[in-house]
């Protein structure tokens, strides 16, 4: 690079774009930017000139020269305002972003400008900086390095309240917790995202991203009809912005058709208008498994599989749901098969599923595990032994049951029955004196029972109102006097009243 340095001026610019050899035009641009002048025009052609050299060395592959590229600017950063030094070297890191193979170049690129903005104060940059460290981060499978820089920087948006950010960062939050397989802390931060959303104006682009993890964590929970409508509007926003995420939007959309057993409905999503722009090795591993689900062939499905592996099994969303699916299959094949028999053997199974004899003799100690299905593996014989099924004598948890019901009729009826209305109470008196049943009765329930003419006469069923126990035929009046003076002179017998 030429010591000399170029005039800023729109001369110069036009002129170095329209170098032939890619290497000329980004020396003379490195010579635009070595012009000491400081005007506003000539400020404005420098910010032209970085813009360009960045691209014309993203399209060279040359990451390492973008990196010295901001380290050689940082005196030119302290004669421009903040926003427009933000906006350079973000756009510096997602030209660094977009050269293949460069994530351990990006993750020190971030560090070092953390502690730039650190040193020269620059809080809005460094916040956005770490952001964008802890998601390479977490690209990189650093998940505790990352989890640790998200929880300081959630505490210090918050508290700063810039709403925007703060979506993205539960966002990440949200994604960061997923992949660490833990569902609930996932589900609070996308919650967090969507309230801090509503709140503003979001970008398109940032709506698609909140949908498609909506659809994710919903299809980790089995919810496939919400997660399908989720990924369909993350394709709708991504197809509008022709941003490559909607491909993978529509991938996950088939995903979710058959998890729920509509695979038939495959075909006609990738025969649309808006599917068949996407056509490609991605939509053809979802028909592949759609077909081999349609038939329920397991072959046909290891072979989609084995085919599209990069599609299918690189791809830790479909993987996992996938092989769900294949195991239900598999349980559901070797249970039809194995139905007629009590006895058979393993490599006649394996030879009927068209699996290797291994793989299925290991998924039947499984599935007999599990209880599946009762019987037990002959090894010696190479045999499968299938019990028949015990039957289970139902009459324990019949009168269980019927004696939970009982129980609850009860204690429907106790609580029906106000306290002031009249009350049945059966009385047996030949076993016991009569003055005892009374002491019995008044200390106990506070009831007086009235006695007839003869007071040993006492009907059985004795009915109680107000606390006063009445006999059908007795004078009240009478009865309560009697009662009284038996009570007084402490009876403990008949023969003593």
Known sequence: MSTSYLPATKESIAQALEAEAPSDAISMLYRVLENPSSSPEALRIKEQAITDLTDLLRQENRAEDL???????????????????????????????????????????????????????????????????????????????????LTDLVKEVRRLDDKLLLVEIDLLESKLHFSLRNLPKAKAALTAARTAANAIYVPPVQQGTIDLQSGILHAEEKDYKTAYSYFFEAFESFNALEDPRAVFSLKYMLLCKIMVSQAD?????????????????????????????????????????????????????????????????????????????????????????????????????????????????????????????PKTDAIYPDTLETIANMGKVVDSLFVRIPKAKWRMLSIELEARPLSCLLRRSIRDSKVLLHAGR???????????????????????????????????KGCVCDKSC
């Open 265 to 389: 409905d495959v075909a006609g999503i990738i025969s649309s208008k808006a599917g068949l722009q996407y056509v490609g090795p991605e939509l053809d591993a979802m028909k592949a498994v759609a077909d081999a689900h349609s038939k329920r062939s397991l072959m046909s499905f290891e072979t989609a599989l084995r085919d599209y592996k990069a599609q299918l099994e690189e791809d830790p969303i479909v993987h996992r749901h996938l092989s769900s699916l294949y195991d239900t299959l598999l349980e559901q094949n070797l249970c039809r098969l194995i139905e007629p028999f009590s006895r058979v053997e393993i490599g006649h199974i394996a030879e009927l599923i068209e699996l290797p004899t291994d793989h299925v003799e290991k998924k039947l100690s499984q599935m007999i595990l599990d209880k599946k299905f009762a019987g037990t593996l002959d090894q010696g014989a190479g045999c499968l032994v299938i019990f028949d099924d």
């Open 454 to 488: 003869d007071e040993r006469a006492f009907h059985p069923m004795v009915v109680r109102k107000n606390n006063i126990g009445v006999v059908a035929g007795a004078d009240p009046d009478a009865v309560c006097f009697q009662v009284e003076r038996w009570w007084s």
């Open 67 to 149: 990196r010295s590229l901001l380290t050689q600017l940082r005196p030119f950063f302290s004669v421009i305002p903040k926003a427009k030094t933000a906006k350079i070297v973000r756009g510096v890191i997602d030209a660094v972003a977009k050269i293949p193979g460069t994530s351990n170049l990006q993750i020190s690129l971030c560090k070092e400008m953390v502690q730039w903005t650190r040193a020269e104060k620059r809080t809005f940059l460094r916040q956005r900086v770490e952001s964008r460290l802890a998601a390479l981060l977490m690209e990189n499978k650093e998940y505790t390095e990352a989890l640790a820089l």
